[in-house]
């Protein structure tokens, strides 16, 4: 199970630095990493879990934070119209990205970042990625592309990020002239799942 102390933190080299290709077949020790990164953002929701391991809340979670510099992701998010996305992503490709861009107002948040953040991170309205999507009952891997929009597709853009040694906190703008919200602002306490 991850843990808080097992996410590193910004400024370590493996958050800056490129993740690898994952070789397929899945290793033992890759699947289960992905189960593991899937749980923690799944845990990380759940108040129970949150109050009795310390959990911070998040919305997804890259290898790289746990310093596997993998290109492996999950994310566990709901929409604003209800729909889950909940995958654990190997190898993802963005294949299309619109021009329109928008950002979260009140920031971003991460894991790996421990101290307040001001400014807005530019991010395309609508992306479309290819990947191998893990799936945990079966034990396959799943060729899918997936088209996203809005606040969904910024949470795929920031772990996608992280697998490219990008951090958020290197592309904080005060404003975006030409950008518009994901939504409207809603005070952050009621967004404590923002963290991505």
Not at 28 to 45: F, G, H, M, P, T
Not at 59 to 88: C, E
Request: contains cysteine; proline residues 5%.
């Amino acid at each position: 199970m991850i843990l808080m102390k097992n996410i590193i933190r910004e400024g370590h080299k493996t958050l800056e630095t490129v993740a690898k290709e994952v070789k397929l077949p899945l290793s033992k020790a890759d699947k289960k990493l992905l189960i593991d990164l899937l749980e923690y953002v799944k845990n990380s929701q759940d108040d129970e879990m949150v109050a009795e391991y310390g959990l911070r809340p998040a919305v997804g979670i890259a290898a790289p934070q746990v310093n596997v510099s993998k290109r492996m992701f999950a994310v566990h998010v709901t929409d604003f119209d209800g729909t889950l996305y909940s995958y654990a992503l190997v190898n993802p490709v963005l294949k299309e990205r619109s021009t329109d861009i928008i950002y979260i107002p009140g920031g971003e948040g991460c894991l790996s970042v421990d101290r307040e953040t001001e400014g807005i991170t530019p991010r395309y309205q609508s992306v479309t990625f290819e990947a191998l999507s893990y799936d945990l009952q079966s034990d396959q891997l799943i060729p899918i592309e997936i088209k996203l929009e809005g606040y969904v597709g910024i949470v795929f853009q920031h772990e996608f990020d992280h697998i490219n040694g990008i951090m958020y906190t290197t592309k904080l703008f005060k404003d975006l002239p030409n950008a518009n919200p994901a939504f409207e602002y809603i005070e952050q306490e009621e967004h404590d799942v923002e963290t991505i």
